[in-house]
Each structure stands twice: as C-alpha cells, then as structure tokens.
C-alpha cells in the first residue's frame, strides 16, 4: 500500500475496516485491495475478482466500503475504485 507520507496507524486503520468487509466480498467471489491514501486523504482502492466485473461495484463502493472505511476512519474524505467497471458507473 502507498500511503503518501500517511501514518501507519491511518492505513491499518483502513485494513482493518476492510477486513470487516472482505468475508462478504469472498463469499461473492471477490475482494478488495488497497492501492493508495493520497494527500487529500481519499483512498484508491482495487475490486479484485467477481467484484471488479459487477454491475453492482458502485453500490458496494457508496453504501459498503465508503462507509465501512470512514465510519473507522472518519478523517478519510471519499474512497474510490480504481477499476470501477464502466456498466457500474451509470
């Protein structure tokens, strides 16, 4: 993970979030990996698997993992993928 100069305690933060999140992203055939933390403190994160080709990636991006993250890291400003498919970006 490229964490820009971030605290190593903001990018185990943000594992930790995501390890909350990855069992159900497994059972779907997928996962989820993170890229970077950039300076204005979004996050760049890959969908791995089943979630990198599913029509269903921006909701799981809004209502998931974008609030899974900032609810355990609350200084986060916005989490993106970095391989949205297209057919999920409306």
Do not use: W, Y
């Amino acid at each position: 993970m490229s964490a820009e100069g971030h605290s190593e305690d903001l990018c185990e933060r943000i594992d930790r979030a995501l390890d909350e999140l990855r069992p159900f992203l497994k059972s779907d055939g997928g996962d989820i990996k993170v890229l970077a933390v950039r300076e204005d403190l979004t996050v760049e994160v890959e969908l791995q698997g089943a979630c990198a080709h599913c029509a269903q990636a921006a909701m799981t991006m809004r209502a998931g993992v974008e609030e899974a993250v900032r609810r355990v890291v609350p200084e986060v400003q916005r989490v993106v993928a970095v391989n949205m498919p297209a057919s999920a970006m409306g």
